[in-house]
Nanobody, 114 residues
């Protein structure tokens, strides 16, 4: 079955960290550019970052260095390390893989609250 599955979301206090994972099955993720997005209630998905097959990375300027995207092709996975989280980061986070196919995961909820 071809799919992407996000994990690692949850609740965290402001200033905390989370590491989201995006694990692929049915495809070889090494052939795909991986993006992370997030979606606030009632809003369109917002692009956050991408990592290419050669591990070049690019980030939305608003993240100000708090998030880091990475990949481990031996595990068929990509990651989003999120540090210094703020309440405004509360959203559903999605990974997306672009390559021979275009795939989306189901999303994982991140809640930042004291």
């Amino acid at each position: 079955q071809v799919q992407l599955v996000e994990s690692g979301g949850g609740s965290v206090q402001p200033g905390g960290s989370l590491r989201l994972s995006c694990t692929a099955s049915g495809i070889n993720l090494r052939h795909y550019v991986v993006n992370w997005y997030r979606q606030f209630p009632g809003k369109e998905r917002e692009w956050l970052a991408y990592i290419t097959v050669s591990r070049d990375t690019h980030y939305h300027s608003s993240l100000k260095g708090r998030f880091t995207i990475s990949r481990d092709d031996t595990k068929n996975a990509a990651y989003l390390q999120m540090n210094n989280l703020i309440p405004e980061d509360t959203a559903v986070y999605y990974c997306n893989a672009n390559g021979p196919e275009r795939l989306w995961g189901q999303g994982t909820q991140v809640t930042v609250s004291s």
